[in-house]
């Protein structure tokens, strides 16, 4: 639902009113920005786990864990560079955005590790919030 109304919704309906009209464009244009906006709500829930759980708030971290969340979230952040990808592709966009995409999908995919406190050499932005879904 976050990604409908603060992804596709807001691009959808900025294309509407500036050109009265629709065109299939914009479904891909919105995919990555409704993925993006999931996971920065997402992520934003894996800090209150201990929290929520006590008072027992139903939020998708709690319902999912903190193990399996993580995986969500990586999945998600590939179907983001992936979307941006085939949007690009089906837009007709330069290599240079095709390049820029490529970069993003492997810096989500690698950086994965290194964000929940796993490999990848980074600190574990998410350290002590989350297990790594990479293992």
Same mark, same amino acid.
């Given at each position: 639902?976050?990604?409908?109304?603060?992804?596709?919704? =807001?691009?959808?309906?900025?294309?509407?009113?500036?050109?009265?009209?629709?065109? =299939?464009?914009?479904?891909?244009?919105?995919?990555?920005?409704?993925?993006?906006?999931?996971?920065?709500?997402?992520?934003?829930?894996?800090?209150?786990?201990?929290?929520?759980?006590?008072?027992?708030?139903?939020?998708?971290?709690?319902?999912?864990?903190?193990?399996?969340?993580?995986?969500?979230?990586?999945?998600?952040?590939?179907?983001?560079?992936?979307?941006?990808?085939?949007?690009?592709?089906?837009?007709?966009?330069?290599?240079?955005?095709?390049?820029?995409?490529?970069?993003?999908?492997?810096?989500?995919?690698?950086?994965?590790?290194?964000?929940?406190?796993?490999?990848?050499?980074?600190?574990?932005?998410?350290?002590?919030?989350? =297990?790594?879904?990479?293992?």
């Amino acid at each position: 639902m976050i990604g409908f109304c603060y992804g596709w919704l =807001p691009v959808a309906v900025g294309f509407y009113l500036q050109r009265e009209g629709f065109v =299939p464009a914009v479904h891909g244009v919105a995919l990555p920005i409704a993925f993006s906006i999931f996971n920065v709500i997402l992520v934003n829930e894996f800090p209150d786990y201990p929290a929520d759980r006590a008072v027992g708030k139903r939020n998708l971290v709690v319902r999912l864990g903190r193990e399996r969340a993580s995986r969500v979230y990586l999945l998600v952040a590939l179907l983001t560079g992936a979307s941006l990808l085939g949007t690009s592709w089906w837009l007709g966009v330069g290599k240079g955005l095709l390049a820029f995409a490529l970069l993003l999908a492997a810096l989500a995919f690698g950086g994965a590790g290194s964000w929940s406190g796993g490999g990848g050499g980074g600190g574990g932005a998410l350290r002590g919030f989350a =297990p790594s879904p990479l293992g």
